[in-house]
């Protein structure tokens, strides 16, 4: 993965710099290939004088680039941890600041490894985004004892919401509050996932915005979710939960994209496949208007967009899968910087596929 995404994002942002349009340098892509064997191996990612970092190109169009990180990663892999502080302006972490590692209990807050990141992107003049507040899984097991109790499950909800945003009180940029909570088939009267929050407390999304502007009312709040690249069914039904919310005085700042692809059949002969339990968009966009359209919709009703945790997965590494993978990331960023810097951020999640969350055999 790493190898395309620094050929396709860093070509396209000294293109974006100088003005230029086009496709980035192909040839490119042969190097990337046999670049690609060493994937376990962070140096081939390297900056040199010869090639601009990708935090200063980003800046140069006024947009972060990212990536997601864990605090084991950084502490254990230095290399790792000098590649993602000098190229990145921006980083997430990737499961730190969720429920099921920062609440072991109910009466406890672990911020140990969330810390850990933060302190470390400060150290770095990096900037963070919080990830999240509210999410239907990746939750600690206690907390199931309190399924459909909406008077319990409120309170803990804005609780949580309100004792985590303000631990991190003008620290973060901003905070994914509200996570995947839109389904993947969504009617026009139902189109929220069944989860720990919903239905037991219908105004869950609304209430923990509110929590958590209350506690920060400086930091900017975001709803996040996948498979909405695009304008569809879904990310139709959450730009309409989004003008509602807005109508309605519910702090939203913006919203985020995560972009999660998967390119090519895979061993099963599959085209889409469900991932950690999470359903990975099949192909790309064939039209990448329909996803410059729906960053404009979301971007016009005064939101900031950021591209969250995207990554393409392929099925193989000869030179077309790579020439795929790396036009992806290429279109991707091409859609978000014709709105910067109202889309603000593009961000992967990781930028190597030794500790990405997605299968080891494919980059």
């Keep these: 993965m790493e190898v395309c995404f620094f050929v396709a994002v860093s070509s396209w942002l ?20 046999q670049a690609h064997s060493e994937y376990a191996r962070v140096p081939v990612i390297r900056s040199s004088n010869s090639v601009p970092l990708l935090k200063d190109l980003a800046k140069k169009v006024g947009i972060f680039v990212g990536s997601a990180s864990n605090a084991q990663d950084i502490h254990d892999d230095q290399e790792y941890d000098k590649v993602l502080a000098e190229q990145f ?52 097991s206690w907390l199931e004892k309190y399924a459909h109790n909406a008077t319990a499950l409120r309170s803990l909800l804005t609780g949580h919401v309100s004792t985590v945003t303000s631990h991190y009180k003008n620290r973060m940029y901003c905070w994914d509050v509200v996570n995947e909570a839109v389904s993947d088939n969504p009617e026009k009267k139902n189109y929220l ?53 807005l109508s309605n005085g519910v702090p939203l ?14 061993e099963d002969g599959s085209e889409t496949r469900m991932i ?30 950021h591209i969250t945790e995207m990554d393409v997965r392929i099925s193989g590494d000869t ?36 500790y990405s969350w ?5 980059p």
Excluded at 91 to 113: L, V
Aim: net charge neutral; aromatic share 12%.
């Design 89 to 140: 302006s921006l980083t997430t972490p990737e499961n730190a600041c969720k429920w099921a590692a920062i609440r072991p209990s109910k009466q406890t807050f672990d911020y140990k490894d969330c810390d850990y990141v933060v302190s470390t992107a400060e150290t770095n003049n990096q900037t963070v985004r919080g990830h999240n507040l509210c999410w239907g899984a990746y939750n600690p």
């Design 193 to 245: 996932k069944h989860n720990i929050w919903y239905p037991a407390v219908p105004d869950y999304i609304d209430a923990a915005f509110k929590a958590a502007h209350t506690a920060d009312s400086s930091v900017k709040l975001f709803y996040n979710d996948y498979n909405c690249e695009v304008i569809n069914a879904k990310s139709n039904a959450i730009y309409e939960m989004c003008k509602t919310m």
């Design 276 to 305: 950690e339990g999470y359903k990975i968009s099949s192909g790309a966009p064939s039209n990448w208007t329909l996803v410059e359209e729906n960053i404009k919709r979301f971007v016009d009703l005064g939101l900031e967009v």
């Design 253 to 266: 700042h913006g919203f985020g994209i995560q972009a999660h692809f998967s390119l090519g059949n895979f």
């Design 319 to 354: 030179e077309a899968h790579l020439q795929e993978q790396a036009d992806v990331y290429r279109n991707m960023l091409k859609a978000c910087l014709k709105y910067a810097p109202k889309c603000k951020s593009f961000e992967t999640w990781g930028f190597i596929d030794k």
């Design 14 to 33: 000294v293109l974006a710099c100088s003005g230029a349009t086009g496709h980035a340098h192909k040839d490119h892509i042969g190097a990337a290939r």
């Design 358 to 362: 997605l299968a080891k055999n494919s």
